[in-house]
């Protein structure tokens, strides 16, 4: 016969699964009932939906792996989109030009291009040096523009090519196919109508390319003609365009699909993944549940994509920065140098700066931390009268909470020793200047290095030391006066009550104030940049203050998301040890 312990747990073992299964099977068997209320039709749209949404995604990940992460298997599409975004930046007009297909090396030749009507000019790619040059390929009215970074080449063919005038030509300037772009180019200025003659041939054995004459003004096609496919055996004959009127125009090579659909795809991919996202849930749910419930899917649809879009796509997003080259002058192609920003800031140039940094970051955390938690408590103390008086006082110490940091910062520039103040004539400032009458010579605030710190924090004194006040005060008021009478019973007196009673029984207030504290003076930015910038040298050059620096002054915007994953993880971890130290030590029971 077996124990009474173990019959026992035999027992509520049984009862325990008995139980479980027989609410399973109920809840298994009352969502069967509702499945079979669906109507087809309802079920019908459900599956539409999926299908639709399924199709969306495939088309936002195509544009994210594209666009964002530029793929290899995809460059030669990528690379002629940011060439045509390249060129509708420089030339203010909207993306434009179509794809080749083939790839962005596949172009067309052009050998010798003259002009007849208005302007007579001829260009003949014979009389240019083989290889590249800075310098625009010019001859008259025509021309093969160039820049620093579209240097015109003059190749040396394969093998001759016979015009259809007797003369034979061994060199060509080569248009790649990647949409309308005025420096991959055949460029004219013309005084009146005037028709242009080009020798040129497809770079492709067996696919005529398609030339267009776009005007440079606003990128509209003019005329179009195709470049011949490559054959050595024949006499190649020249292509015919006509130029309407006065202007400048470019000869281009133009693909077969348009280009801007797809920049649009890859520019909104996020978005459009997120669409899909929303009509395969939908159309799921649809197909599991009665419309009366879908309202309250509804309800909550809009929010939840706002913080997928707006929260976790900014980090993943930032991930996949800080693996790149970018920066905030990037217009094209984005290279992946894998952990080189990272390897910059651990073992290159920017260890020394990061550390730095981070230190400077700590000390300006650890004296908000105290500035608020100590002069909080004591001011909550002082004011824990209710008097009309004693409110007053109170809500003047609590209003700077209410005035903008930029705004702040630019009244203590005025009062503390700064250059603004230099600048109108004041050259020690308010402070100074009143620790003067007393004979006192008071520091050159924010512009010493060992004194711009304590400038700042004296801002973030009076500012924050209100809030937390108010914040002890209303947890002040939830303490049960029985404790402070039982204690002066026994012979407590006012010192040994505020440790023993107030301070605990304010410890989950203290670590709520600790907590915000902390994440809000690790991120501080806005007083920094607007009182010091940094500086004077890197003497307030705090985390964030260098993050931006990095980003908008040096350029280096991928460093600075290197820097900035890095600090979310410090700052991550931190605010987890403190919760876990809170949770153990902390007591919430008044």
């Known amino acids: 016969?077996?124990?009474?312990?173990?019959?026992?747990?035999?027992?509520?073992?049984?009862?325990?699964?008995?139980?479980?299964?027989?609410?399973?099977?109920?809840?298994?068997?009352?969502?069967?009932?509702?499945?079979?209320?669906?109507?087809?039709?309802?079920?019908?749209?459900?599956?539409?939906?999926?299908?639709?949404?399924?199709?969306?995604?495939?088309?936002?990940?195509?544009?994210?792996?594209?666009?964002?992460?530029?793929?290899?298997?995809?460059?030669?599409?990528?690379?002629?989109?940011?060439?045509?975004?390249?060129?509708?930046?420089?030339?203010?007009?909207?993306?434009?030009?179509?794809?080749?297909?083939?790839?962005?090396?596949?172009?067309?030749h052009v050998y010798y291009a003259a002009l007849s009507g208005a302007d007579e000019s001829t260009l003949n790619v014979e009389e240019f040096d083989i290889g590249e040059t800075k310098k625009a390929l010019k001859s008259g009215s025509l021309q093969f523009p160039a820049t620093k970074e579209r240097m015109t080449a003059v190749i040396a063919e394969d093998a001759p090519v016979t015009l259809d005038n007797g003369e034979t030509v061994t060199k060509s300037v080569k248009f790649p196919g990647a949409g309308s772009s005025k420096y991959r180019s055949l460029k004219m200025t013309v005084e009146g109508p005037c028709t242009l003659r080009v020798y040129a041939m497809s770079s492709l054995a067996e696919h005529a390319r398609r030339m267009v004459l776009y005007n440079s003004l606003n990128g509209a096609e003019i005329d179009s003609a195709m470049a011949p496919a490559y054959s050595p055996a024949d006499t190649l004959a020249p292509v015919t365009l006509q130029i309407p009127a006065a202007g400048t125009f470019y000869l281009s090579?133009?693909?077969?699909?348009?280009?801007?659909?797809?920049?649009?795809?890859?520019?909104?991919?996020?978005?459009?993944?997120?669409?899909?996202?929303?009509?395969?849930?939908?159309?799921?749910?649809?197909?599991?549940?009665?419309?009366?419930?879908?309202?309250?899917?509804?309800?909550?649809?809009?929010?939840?994509?706002?913080?997928?879009?707006?929260?976790?796509?900014?980090?993943?997003?930032?991930?996949?920065?800080?693996?790149?080259?970018?920066?905030?002058?990037?217009?094209?192609?984005?290279?992946?140098?894998?952990?080189?920003?990272?390897?910059?800031?651990?073992?290159?140039?920017?260890?020394?700066?990061?550390?730095?940094?981070?230190?400077?970051?700590?000390?300006?955390?650890?004296?908000?931390?105290?500035i608020t938690l100590v002069g909080g408590m004591l001011l909550a103390l002082l004011f824990n009268r209710m008097t009309r008086a004693f409110n007053t006082m109170r809500a003047i110490v609590f209003m700077p909470k209410y005035i903008a940091v930029s705004t702040s910062a630019v009244v203590f520039q005025w009062i503390l020793y700064s250059t603004i103040a230099q600048g109108i004539g004041q050259s020690e400032g308010i402070l100074n200047y009143a620790l003067s009458l007393f004979g006192i010579q008071g520091p050159h605030w924010l512009i010493d290095a060992n004194t711009a710190l304590s400038g700042i924090l004296i801002l973030t004194g009076w500012r924050v030391v209100g809030y937390a006040m108010m914040i002890y005060l209303s947890a002040m008021k939830g303490i049960s006066q029985d404790y402070y009478e039982a204690a002066a019973i026994d012979g407590a007196d006012?010192?040994?009550?505020?440790?023993?009673?107030?301070?605990?029984?304010?410890?989950?207030?203290?670590?709520?104030?600790?907590?915000?504290?902390?994440?809000?003076?690790?991120?501080?930015?806005?007083?920094?940049?607007?009182?010091?910038?940094?500086?004077?040298?890197?003497?307030?050059?705090?985390?964030?203050?260098?993050?931006?620096?990095?980003?908008?002054?040096?350029?280096?915007?991928?460093?600075?998301?290197?820097?900035?994953?890095?600090?979310?993880?410090?700052?991550?971890?931190?605010?987890?040890?403190?919760?876990?130290?809170?949770?153990?030590?902390?007591?919430?029971?008044?």
């Open 494 to 590: 006012g010192v040994q009550r505020f440790r023993f009673i107030t301070v605990p029984l304010l410890a989950p207030t203290t670590l709520f104030l600790f907590v915000t504290t902390f994440i809000a003076s690790m991120k501080v930015f806005q007083s920094v940049d607007v009182m010091t910038g940094g500086g004077p040298g890197t003497s307030t050059n705090v985390m964030v203050q260098w993050i931006y620096n990095l980003t908008f002054l040096d350029f280096h915007t991928a460093r600075g998301a290197a820097v900035s994953l890095v600090f979310f993880v410090i700052l991550l971890v931190c605010t987890a040890a403190t919760m876990r130290f809170s949770n153990r030590n902390v007591s919430y029971d008044a």
């Open 1 to 108: 016969m077996q124990p009474e312990g173990e019959r026992r747990l035999f027992l509520s073992s049984f009862t325990f699964f008995k139980r479980f299964f027989t609410v399973s099977a109920v809840n298994i068997d009352l969502k069967a009932r509702e499945r079979k209320l669906i109507s087809p039709a309802q079920r019908g749209v459900g599956l539409a939906l999926i299908v639709a949404g399924l199709l969306v995604i495939l088309v936002g990940l195509f544009g994210y792996l594209a666009g964002d992460w530029q793929i290899a298997p995809l460059s030669w599409m990528t690379d002629q989109v940011f060439i045509a975004r390249e060129v509708a930046t420089s030339t203010g007009t909207r993306v434009n030009g179509a794809f080749d297909m083939n790839g962005e090396e596949s172009g067309v």
């Open 253 to 370: 090579v133009r693909g077969d699909y348009p280009i801007a659909p797809v920049s649009a795809i890859m520019n909104y991919a996020v978005m459009i993944l997120l669409l899909g996202l929303v009509l395969v849930l939908n159309g799921v749910m649809l197909r599991i549940q009665r419309w009366e419930r879908m309202k309250d899917l509804f309800f909550v649809e809009p929010a939840l994509l706002l913080f997928l879009l707006f929260v976790y796509y900014p980090v993943i997003d930032l991930i996949r920065i800080s693996f790149t080259n970018m920066s905030v002058l990037t217009t094209g192609k984005q290279d992946f140098v894998g952990w080189a920003n990272f390897e910059w800031m651990f073992k290159g140039a920017g260890k020394r700066y990061f550390w730095e940094s981070l230190k400077i970051t700590g000390i300006y955390m650890f004296w908000e931390v105290f």
